[in-house]
């Protein structure tokens, strides 16, 4: 007899009736080209089939890409509605203007500059219109123009905890008119995550260590767990042979902690790896690299740059180890279940594998200075055996916790017992 199932009093999935879910967001997330957009639409899609689903959000600024989204919601079966948004730039005079205009508003800047008129009218013109059982903002910022809406059951989905990512920018910056603003914008995420996710019905973490965060810290009650996954079938083995010599960094090349990470690879990690096996290469495959990595890459020995490749797999196949130097970040790292899922060796920071159920030295090796990253680069590429042992153990706990097809079930439960 199952007793789980004596224990929980609820109907099995399959005896609820389908729900009609609006996700908020930044953009429709396709092509599955970042962390978040690789998670938002494998949740997406699997619960398509099973609830009426409307994505509501701005205009992927790329035109091209836009139409894509567009045509595969389309082919889901999910509704869009789409509103325009002229995406600021994030360089030149203007855009200091707006930072320094920021320090007026309540809002830190990048939940200010999201919050369209635009936005918030066709959310309420969509509630006024249409029965929606539940709302849900697929990113923190957008609570805010959420907070339009006169009521509703909502939920958030929190991929980071956004304030520590400030908190941890202020304690990396060193320039101090950098640090100064930094700290500002951190502590307005403070507050606004704080009421944000207290005005919730849910908020949903990416990792327990998340969840309990927001519990301790932030005062939130209401507060359950979807991980970060990954597509066990897509992400498989191959039986090709390994460059005993290639390290890879995979991840977007336009977010911040990436850039960071990637800095300290160019600056220490590269030159105290290379100085003990010359034949080293590091290899960065991601998408949106701004020039002046481009420039510092071209002229670089041992270092290629691949830029916004349209498959990450024959890198993750290839090489001998991924390397992982995040110094800021949040959430949790879902390159390292890919690279796991795919038998590839792993070398992080505890901040590259927070959020994660993997351990040190069972499923991959993690080490915080840079002569101990390197030292542990150096270990994987001289004595790859034990390195693909540990690999195979994190592929093992990939297939038991992190395959999207039971994150989507949990999901779906929580979406069921939010709206009901």
């Given at each position: 007899?199952?007793?789980?199932?004596?224990?929980?009093?609820?109907?099995?999935?399959?005896?609820?009736?389908?729900?009609?879910?609006?996700?908020?967001?930044?953009?429709?997330?396709y092509?599955p080209?970042?962390?978040?957009?690789?998670?938002?639409?494998?949740?997406?899609?699997?619960?398509?089939?099973?609830?009426?689903?409307?994505?509501?959000?701005?205009?992927?600024?790329?035109p091209?890409?836009?139409?894509?989204?567009?045509?595969?919601?389309a082919?889901?079966?999910?509704?869009?509605?789409?509103?325009?948004?002229?995406?600021?730039?994030?360089?030149?005079?203007?855009?200091?203007?707006?930072?320094?205009?920021?320090?007026?508003?309540?809002l830190?800047?990048?939940?200010?500059?999201?919050?369209?008129?635009?936005?918030?009218?066709?959310?309420?013109?969509?509630?006024?219109s249409?029965?929606?059982?539940?709302?849900?903002?697929?990113?923190?910022?957008?609570?805010?123009?959420?907070?339009?809406?006169?009521?509703?059951?909502?939920?958030?989905?929190?991929?980071?905890?956004?304030?520590?990512?400030?908190?941890?920018?202020f304690?990396?910056?060193?320039?101090?008119?950098k640090?100064?603003?930094?700290?500002r914008?951190?502590?307005?995420?403070?507050?606004?995550?704080?009421?944000?996710?207290?005005?919730?019905?849910?908020?949903?973490?990416?990792s327990?260590?998340?969840?309990?965060?927001?519990?301790?810290?932030?005062?939130?009650?209401?507060?359950?767990?979807?991980?970060?996954?990954?597509?066990?079938?897509?992400?498989?083995?191959?039986?090709?042979?390994?460059?005993?010599?290639?390290i890879?960094?995979?991840?977007?090349?336009?977010?911040?902690?990436?850039l960071?990470?990637v800095?300290q690879?160019?600056e220490?990690?590269?030159?105290?790896?290379?100085?003990?096996?010359?034949?080293?290469?590091?290899?960065?495959?991601?998408?949106?690299?701004?020039?002046?990595?481009?420039?510092?890459?071209?002229?670089l020995?041992?270092?290629?740059?691949?830029?916004?490749?349209?498959?990450v797999?024959?890198?993750?196949?290839?090489?001998?180890?991924?390397?992982?130097?995040?110094?800021?970040?949040g959430?949790?790292?879902?390159?390292?279940?890919e690279?796991?899922?795919?038998?590839?060796?792993?070398v992080?920071?505890?901040?590259?594998?927070?959020?994660?159920?993997?351990?040190?030295?069972?499923h991959?090796?993690?080490?915080?200075?840079?002569?101990?990253?390197?030292?542990?680069?150096?270990?994987?590429?001289g004595?790859p055996?034990?390195?693909?042992?540990?690999?195979e153990?994190g592929?093992?706990?990939?297939l038991?916790?992190?395959?999207?097809?039971?994150?989507?079930?949990?999901?779906?439960?929580?979406?069921?017992?939010?709206?009901?």
């Amino acid at each position: 007899m199952n007793t789980a199932t004596l224990a929980d009093p609820r109907p099995p999935l399959s005896a609820r009736r389908p729900l009609h879910v609006v996700i908020v967001d930044e953009e429709l997330p396709y092509p599955p080209t970042s962390g978040k957009r690789i998670r938002t639409l494998n949740l997406t899609r699997r619960l398509a089939d099973r609830h009426r689903l409307t994505y509501l959000c701005h205009r992927n600024a790329d035109p091209r890409e836009a139409e894509e989204a567009r045509t595969h919601f389309a082919e889901l079966g999910i509704e869009t509605v789409v509103v325009e948004r002229v995406v600021p730039p994030k360089s030149g005079p203007r855009f200091y203007a707006r930072l320094a205009a920021n320090l007026l508003s309540r809002l830190p800047y990048s939940v200010a500059s999201h919050n369209s008129r635009a936005l918030r009218r066709a959310i309420r013109t969509y509630a006024a219109s249409h029965h929606v059982d539940l709302w849900h903002c697929e990113w923190t910022p957008y609570a805010e123009p959420l907070r339009c809406l006169p009521g509703g059951r909502r939920l958030v989905m929190a991929h980071n905890v956004e304030s520590l990512i400030w908190q941890r920018y202020f304690e990396n910056e060193t320039q101090p008119l950098k640090r100064w603003y930094i700290r500002r914008q951190w502590r307005k995420f403070r507050r606004f995550e704080t009421r944000a996710l207290r005005e919730a019905d849910l908020t949903i973490a990416v990792s327990p260590e998340d969840a309990s965060l927001f519990r301790r810290d932030f005062g939130v009650e209401t507060v359950d767990v979807v991980d970060n996954g990954v597509d066990t079938e897509y992400f498989r083995p191959s039986p090709g042979p390994r460059d005993p010599d290639r390290i890879l960094f995979l991840g977007s090349l336009d977010w911040r902690p990436n850039l960071d990470a990637v800095n300290q690879l160019l600056e220490h990690l590269h030159p105290a790896v290379r100085r003990d096996r010359p034949s080293a290469t590091f290899c960065i495959v991601g998408r949106n690299p701004p020039p002046a990595l481009r420039r510092r890459t071209e002229s670089l020995p041992g270092v290629e740059l691949h830029a916004d490749v349209g498959d990450v797999r024959p890198f993750l196949a290839g090489s001998a180890v991924m390397v992982v130097p995040l110094r800021i970040g949040g959430g949790s790292r879902l390159k390292i279940l890919e690279a796991l899922a795919t038998g590839l060796p792993v070398v992080s920071t505890r901040v590259g594998a927070e959020g994660l159920a993997l351990e040190d030295g069972r499923h991959l090796t993690v080490r915080e200075t840079v002569p101990e990253l390197a030292g542990a680069l150096l270990e994987c590429l001289g004595h790859p055996a034990p390195a693909l042992a540990r690999a195979e153990e994190g592929r093992r706990r990939v297939l038991e916790r992190y395959d999207w097809d039971i994150l989507a079930d949990r999901l779906e439960r929580i979406w069921l017992d939010c709206a009901h």
